[in-house]
């Protein structure tokens, strides 16, 4: 047994080095000047810089970007969360005409390939007068998100026993009060972890991203796109934005850290 | 869990039905609207009926990126599924570790999807990249932007890279929710590391598979960022997967009819694949 435990570590370390060897990579490049980049491959930083970094904190053009981004997402969750609650505490609590049906057409919407909504997308949006607006693509977002939000919640709020509602209900609350005073910090951690997903795909999202912004609402990855496409590649700087990009991820999960992995188990098929 | 009969559960939906449908009803009637017209111009358009269908059903060039399309779902399928169930076994139960694992596995998962191919550009090119460095080192020849077989490895590779975490940590929590008892009475029965594997940890992940699988389907099905970035659906069309090509069609050549009667078959193939494995699950389920 105990030599068992010693290969499994062994196997997973090294699938761990193997995962962030690239990441290394880029957080390598990153300080590094240009002129080194080129010149040849260095394990780590001959002349240590921080040049790239400071480019893009003091260039609004970098910078806004990540403003841009984090907007749309923050809004996103709050759309999707607002909606999202109360659909999945239906599906979890009551049988009603259509429901089974309804669950699954909501799935299907995850199954649609982006590329399909592009063009149709980008033409309600202009015809609206919402293109290149954060909220274009926080409600482009919830098409995949709004799904994914009401599956992973139902799982969550199954496992709570309704008799906390029925006794709420005794005690003289009425719904809404109930429902936000004692029935949301019951499955917090299930909010938490489903806003941890929100967050996730609509931050790494760029495609539908893209298309509905041009300028004032521009995320930082459409930015990292455009500049790969200027007058000779400025690698350092765009290892730094790819850095950067990382950063609030890992912010995240480092929170939900306990209940991802419970997040997936809950949801049924 | 027992659920009351109430159709006014129906306002509680409300909500989530009115915003995915305004942003899935009214986007896909579009496409369906354009499918069947040839559009020259505002109040300019004809009705053409099938005719885009057939046209697109036609096309080479589609259905040659369709088959890539599927060898390359089929071929992510084949190496992430196991390598994933491996990851899954091999991490600590708990403590420190775990959470260690947890957090570094997440990594790839949450980058953005265009940053992905930018480090996998950096990293495998031969000339700045450890990797791309590394296996001409070795004395292979290897360049990612000349050779179709290397391009379309290091997409997969990628994808590998990108995506086995997403499996792992599904199985992770699969394996979480299996009771300590199950173990300890395979351990009185002196039952074998593959025996326990195979009777207990297996069946017991039997759901989150199930999910995983539908999930890398359905996102390796749609890929279309990173292959983008890396290579630009090169050398040739070696990389260029269905997205790239519905794309292309649709923003660059403006070509609307053909490329609405593309995107409603590429939805109905994906629709299809997933219901048939669906399906195929839940009568694996009914026969037992």
Known sequence: MRKESRSRGIGITIFIVLLLTPIYWLVNMSFKTNREILSGLTLWPREFT????????TDPSWYSGYINSMIYVLMNMAITLTVALPAAYAFSRYRFLGDKHLFFWLLSNRMAPPAVFLLPFFQLYSSIGLFDTHIAVALAHCLFNVPLAVWILEGFMSGVPREYDEMAYID?????RFFVKIFMPMIGSGIGVTAFFIFMFSWVELLLARTLTSVDAQPIAAIMTRTIGASGIDWGVLAAAGVLTI????LVV???????????????? | MRKVPDNRAWWLVLPVLLLVALSALVPLMTVVNYSVQDIFGPGNAYFVGTEWFRDVLRDERLQESLLRQFGFSAAVLAIEIPLGIGVALMMPRSGVKASLCLILLAIPLLIPWNVVGTIWQIFARGDIGLFGWGLNELGLDYNYTGNPMDAWLTVLLMDVWHWTPLVALLCYSGLRAIPDAFYQAAEIDRASRWAVFRYIQLPRLRNVLVIAVLLRFMDSFMIYTEPFVLT?????SSTTFLSQTLTTLAVGQFDLGRAAAFSLVYFLIVLLV???FFTAITHMDRDR
């Open chain 2, 274 to 276: 997933s219901w048939l």
């Open chain 2, 232 to 236: 630009g659906g090169g050398p040739g």
């Open chain 1, 172 to 176: 003289g609350y009425s719904f809404p």
């Open chain 1, 254 to 269: 480092w929170f939900v850290r306990n209940h991802v992995a419970r997040g997936f188990a809950l949801g049924r098929v």
């Open chain 1, 50 to 57: 921080l040049d790239n970094y400071v480019v893009i904190f």
């Open chain 1, 247 to 250: 950063l609030p991820g890992v």
